[in-house]
């Protein structure tokens, strides 16, 4: 089952979530200069996996940056706003929503 991940409206914030039995921070960015929201990824010692992938919609993110370390699943952000556009305040509106895909979600 697909697991919501909460975004706060904060420009800058991190979240510490358990997925497929680790922990995992994930550290969220808005980039006002070129309206996109990125995401980070660390595992449960603070070692940096993958930083600053754009969250983009309808896409596997972290798709070319898999490796051993990583969730099994990938993150996916769904979007109900026709252009596809995410924008500051996409989560907080909930047009946007990003979740995580288990492996076998993602088949």
Known sequence: ????????????HTLNIELDSKI???????????DYWSISLYDE???LLVSNIKIVANYPLMFTHKNENFPLGDFYCEISDVSGKITRNS?????????YLTQEETG
């Not at 089952?1 to 800058?12: E, G, R, Y």
């Not at 921070?25 to 200069?33: A, E, H």
């Not at 989560?91 to 979740?99: G, I, M, N």
């Open 1 to 12: 089952m697909a697991i919501l991940i909460p975004i706060k409206n904060d420009p800058n």
């Open 24 to 34: 995992f921070k994930l550290w969220f960015l808005y980039n006002s200069n070129f």
């Open 45 to 47: 010692n603070d070692n």
């Open 91 to 99: 989560f907080l509106s909930q047009e946007a929503k990003l979740v």
